[in-house]
């Protein structure tokens, strides 16, 4: 930014910082959209979306240092991963149908129209990378978000939270687990 203050910030229209604000609205609703998951087991004050994308970013943060992959990407990817669910709602693997696919691939589009082109552009292209699941980092971020969920899994369980068992969690997070250095974070959390 130079001397006067020219920053692209000041370059944006009223307009685009209305909608940034709107996109700011509707992902802070992921502060307030439970775990469906949770609920389902009969979790009381179950985690929010939001809690579930913090811990994965932090995850994705993490793991990107330690194994040299793009940490810019696996955080743009663990941060956007759930936005849909800001519109849809937090789907159970088990609830999720073509149709529902379909909504979420609106809901995404949804709410990145609001942002300004360039940046809209680069998340639309990362969320898709993380839906092809192709890359090292989308099969970075698709494991370790299910890491997350297992280690939450184990924290309720300590907790004496859950009135049912969540080994279903914890075995999900096994079976969508590939990577022999993530399997092995894995059996660390698993064993507590």
């Known amino acids: 930014m130079s001397k006067e203050g020219d920053s692209r910030l000041e370059k944006i229209t009223d307009a685009s910082l209305q909608n940034i604000i709107k996109f700011l609205e509707i992902t802070g609703m ?11 087991v009969g979790i009381y004050q179950p985690e929010s979306v939001a809690d579930h994308t913090f811990r994965t970013t932090i995850l994705c943060m993490l793991y990107a240092d330690i194994e040299g992959l793009d940490p810019l990407k696996l955080l743009r990817m ?98 969508a687990t590939s990577w022999p250095e993530l399997k092995r974070l894995l059996s660390f959390i698993s064993e507590e």
Request: aromatic share 6%.
């Open 30 to 40: 992921l502060k307030r959209t439970p775990r469906a998951g949770w609920v389902e």
């Open 78 to 175: 663990a941060l956007i991963h759930d936005l849909p669910e800001a519109i849809i709602g937090d789907l159970t693997p088990s609830k999720k149908t073509a149709e529902t696919k379909e909504k979420e691939d609106t809901a995404i589009n949804q709410i990145l129209n609001l942002l300004p082109k360039r940046q809209r552009e680069t998340y639309i292209a990362v969320w898709n990378e993380y839906m092809e699941g192709k890359t090292g980092e989308a099969q970075a971020v698709r494991q370790l978000e299910k890491i997350e969920m297992a280690l939450q899994a184990k924290e309720y369980e300590k907790a004496g939270s859950a009135s049912k068992s969540l080994e279903r969690f914890i075995k999900s997070a096994e079976e």
